[in-house]
């Protein structure tokens, strides 16, 4: 089982570049599956039945952990599994039948990280507007962009050596926003590879940067259908509306030590007020965290 394991982490990190961290969350899923499986008893995956995954399943329920968490690791494990089909190292997927448990979470305004890292690696990058969409949504996490920023950029708003983009925001304000280089490595991927294709393919000669599948400008409209497919093929159990995505960019700089000043000058807003409501819910999520770790927060929650 061992050599399985190392050949699809192998797969995701060099075909499908996922990076490090997201490599090694999958093989604590799948190795955390592997314990499971040894003290059942069962040898390989092959002998893995729905009956069986409705005992992991309960397992997790059991440990209390948070539906976005269980998600994960269904969605690992089915990302797995694909890959074992692929390959004829199984007959079937028995993952398929297996749902992701309903997100408590109500607050539609941001994910959380876990949740972020779920969608963005749930983009099938086989394909031109598969490597389009990783892009497109990285691009978005990065930098905070909104949807009519993002289906607006020009190819002259990209400097791909120095991780910038220019941004024409409201009331024509400009700005210059940084993206990580793992971001860039996808944009590389798709401006110099994957767009020439599209664009080729459909004799269209422009310079805005995300085209749909005839080679035309991308829509808001065209960008909310893409991220929520994307969301709901990674279980995430809700809709997700492109400003969630700035939203959740915002929240992270501020929960990772970020100065509101330099987060209100990476969005574009005018006044600080508008970025204060962030720390709002990046406050929300510290009071949730609080109230699930600390031994005397959880008697107290129990005994209520």
């Known amino acids: ?38 003290t059942e008893a069962i040898g390989d995956f092959d ?3 729905y009956t069986m995954l409705r005992g992991f399943l309960s397992e997790l329920y059991d440990r209390a952990l948070e539906p976005s968490t269980i998600a994960r690791k269904l969605s690992s494990l089915r990302s797995f599994y694909d890959y074992l089909l692929e390959e004829k190292l199984i007959n079937d997927n028995p993952f398929l039948l297996i749902h992701a448990p309903k997100q408590k979470r109500q607050n539609p305004d941001f994910l959380y990280e876990d949740e972020v890292e779920l969608l963005l690696d749930h983009i099938d990058t086989h394909t031109d507007l598969g490597i389009r969409n990783k892009a497109m949504l990285e691009l978005m996490y990065a930098s905070g962009l909104r ?15 120095a991780c910038l983009v220019h941004v024409l925001g409201k009331g024509k304000k400009e700005r210059l926003v940084p993206f990580h280089p793992y971001c860039q490595q996808w944009l590389m991927s798709y401006v110099t590879e994957a767009r020439e294709n599209i664009m080729l393919a459909n004799g269209e000669n422009h310079d ?7 080679g035309k400008p991308l829509t808001t409209r065209g960008l909310r259908d893409i991220l929520d497919r994307t969301s709901l093929k990674a279980g995430l159990g809700r ?3 492109p400003h969630a995505l700035r939203h959740t960019f915002a929240s992270t700089l501020l929960d990772h030590g970020a100065d509101i000043r330099f987060v209100q000058e990476m969005l574009g807003h005018a006044s600080l007020s508008t970025t204060q409501i962030y720390t709002h819910i990046s406050m929300e999520k510290l009071k949730q ?12 929650k129990e005994e209520e």
């Open 208 to 214: 805005v940067v995300f085209v749909n599948q005839r």
């Open 289 to 300: 965290t609080y109230l699930q770790t600390h031994p005397l927060a959880k008697t107290e």
């Open 239 to 241: 809709h997700i509306h």
């Open 1 to 38: 089982m061992n050599e399985k394991i190392q050949a699809f982490l192998t797969v995701i990190a060099k075909q499908k570049r996922y990076s490090e961290h997201t490599v090694e969350a999958y093989r604590r899923d799948i190795e955390e599956f592997q314990a499971y499986l040894e």
């Open 147 to 161: 949807a009519s920023e993002v289906v607006e950029l020009r190819l002259a708003n990209l400097d791909l050596n």
């Open 47 to 49: 002998e893995v039945d």
